[in-house]
């Protein structure tokens, strides 16, 4: 056992510290200095049980309950999914406040209410992914009940989150993967969120994205008539200089480091996906490629 | 499709926001802050479990409407008619008749007509030109050019079509109060969904406000309502902050970020209730 005194030491030290870090949070909120709180209120509501943490936990709790009744929280999780769960313990730790009320909460209970928050699609649509093509590969690697989903519901509610990265598109592939080995065992396809974020990258001129999502809506999803035709026009005002691939995609510096130092990769998909795309939405190549295996 | 019955707006939130937008323009003297609020908490009132709130907001109508009328230079103030075109008929059909508001309009009606042909082919002005008629002020709503016209009558081409043009197709299309044909309804609701990803909320209502008024209900539609009713906030404003940007010194974000977002959301569950289908309902 340690000296009271020791311990008492550092408690203090760790209390003042963390004062320091919750007024600098609270003055200018950055993804850096909430990572901090995050990491501080981890272990807060590990150690809740050890006395001579009590002024630390309170402070904690206090600055919680402020961020949550002014928003901040909200605001926080609204912009980026990764600050969830540090978002999600710091609301739980407001309700030990002295001023906390059930109204403070109300907001972010309304986003999980409508799909926004709480249930992130990426793990799961990884985990059966991974699981599909372990399988044919004779691993099982599938420990685990993991439920029947509704895909559809899954990938469609993403439609209602303002963002922008290279997330979304790998989201939409993920799931075409998942379609095309295990489309048999899914009743509903996602159909909104594919052809909106098609949209989106058409109207953002983002003609990395066009061809990888155009593709994927006819190949996996749906296209119908007439964002077919604008799909296809768009492809062809867009081809690359021969010998040259599409360009990266705009916005990618926000993204992960795993995706960032893709970069070749994602441009060499893209040109790919355009000749796919090419090859399926126009009729005139396949025509043409069986013209001449006809004659 | 989402379930909407959680997020549509309750009597006690309705009065939540009318009341963030009164604390709005009670903090501001801008006359554009003024109409903008008053607009919307309008719109609030005409809802169902809002009986009575008009009564108070006919007066404020008279006295904006004066203050108004009584600026140095009233048609350098920048206001949109719209907003004073659609106060007076919120109030008109709920049996109220703002007099200054009525003399504005006039004022409006009569300046439009001295136009020339180019003005009065813009979408905002034959959509003016359009309310007012409706409301029975003397103006007159041109045809739209060809160009427009074109691009009115080929839904494929709203895809690629810049923000710009959207925004003034919407309001010919709104001028015009024809139906849109299925289609032509479900693009606009997936162009107001890939917009409202890039949170350009203005655009996005634009169109909704005519799928809603002159199409038929979808999946699409009924996300984006959704996506909007979801930026509701405690206070009663809407809207989400990046509080990882560094906001300009000197902005106020109530003003120029949360109060044309709430404005823009109120209006358009306003417009969606008046012509939603009681044979569809929006979960259907």
């Known amino acids: ?295 | 499709m989402l379930k909407l019955e959680p997020l549509l707006l309750s009597a006690d939130e309705a009065a939540a926001t009318s009341s963030y937008l009164r604390s709005l323009q009670e903090r501001s003297s801008s006359l554009l802050v003024a109409a903008q609020s008053l607009f919307a908490r309008c719109c609030l009132a005409a809802g169902p479990g809002s009986p009575g709130m008009l009564g108070e907001l006919g007066a404020e109508a008279d006295a904006l409407g004066q203050r108004i009328l009584h600026a140095p230079q009233p048609d350098q103030l920048g206001l949109d008619p719209v907003l004073l075109i659609e106060i007076y008929r919120l109030l008109k059909d709920g049996g109220i008749e703002p007099a200054a508001i009525g003399a504005l309009l006039e004022r409006v009606g009569a300046e439009l007509l001295t136009q020339d042909e180019r003005i009065q082919a813009m979408g905002r002005v034959r959509y003016i030109a359009s309310q007012l008629t409706c409301l029975g002020f003397s103006a007159r709503a041109a045809k739209p050019t060809k160009e427009m016209a074109l691009l009115m009558r080929s839904p494929e081409n709203w895809f690629s079509a810049t923000a710009a043009d959207l925004a003034e197709l919407a309001d010919h299309l709104v001028a015009d109060r024809r139906r849109l044909e299925r289609d032509a309804s479900q693009i606009l609701a997936l162009i107001a969904l890939a917009e409202l990803r890039n949170y350009r909320v203005d655009l996005s209502c634009s169109l909704l406000r005519a799928v809603f008024q002159l199409g038929e209900p979808s999946a699409e539609a009924a996300d984006a309502l959704s996506f909007i009713a979801l930026q509701r906030r405690r206070d009663g404003r809407y809207g989400f902050s990046n509080q990882f940007v560094e906001s300009s010194a000197g902005a106020d974000e109530h003003l120029e970020l949360f109060l044309p977002l709430t404005v823009n959301a109120v209006w358009l569950f306003h417009v969606e209730a008046t012509y939603r289908s009681p044979l569809q309902p929006l979960n259907a």
């Open chain 1, 1 to 295: 056992m340690q000296s009271t005194e020791l311990i008492s030491q550092l408690f203090s030290t760790c209390f003042a510290e963390s004062l320091r870090l919750l007024e600098g949070f609270e003055a200018a909120p950055t993804s850096a200095s909430l990572f901090d709180v995050g990491a501080v209120a981890e272990m807060v509501v590990l150690g809740e049980a050890i006395p001579g943490s009590e002024l630390l936990q309170q402070a904690i709790c206090d600055a919680a309950a402020r961020w949550l009744r002014s928003g901040i929280l909200e605001d926080l999780c609204m912009l980026r999914m990764e600050v969830l769960s540090h978002a999600a313990l710091l609301a739980y730790l407001a309700r030990r406040a002295t001023d906390y009320s059930a109204a403070d909460i109300a907001v972010i209970k309304r986003l999980c209410t409508g799909r926004l928050l709480g249930r992130s699609e990426m793990p799961v649509l990884t985990q059966q992914l991974t699981a599909a093509y372990f399988a044919r590969c004779g691993i099982d690697s599938d420990f685990g009940d993991m439920g029947s989903r509704d895909l559809a519901r899954i990938i469609d509610k993403r439609i209602l989150r303002a963002r922008s990265d290279e997330y979304d598109v790998m989201a939409v592939l993920l799931c075409a993967q998942l379609l095309q080995l295990e489309g048999h065992l899914i009743c509903s396809r996602p159909t909104r969120y594919p052809r909106a974020l098609l949209v989106q990258a058409i109207r953002t001129d983002n003609s990395n994205w066009v061809p990888v999502l155009a593709y994927a809506c006819a190949h996996s999803f749906s296209l119908d008539e007439p964002l077919r035709g604008a799909a296809l026009k768009y492809l062809l005002r867009n081809l690359p200089q021969p010998g040259e691939l599409l360009p990266p995609p705009a916005g990618a510096g926000i993204d992960s480091e795993y995706i960032v130092q893709a970069g070749r990769g994602l441009r060499i998909r893209s040109t790919l996906a355009l000749a796919f795309a090419l090859c399926t939405l126009g009729d005139t190549y396949v025509e043409a490629r069986a013209s001449v295996a006809i004659g």
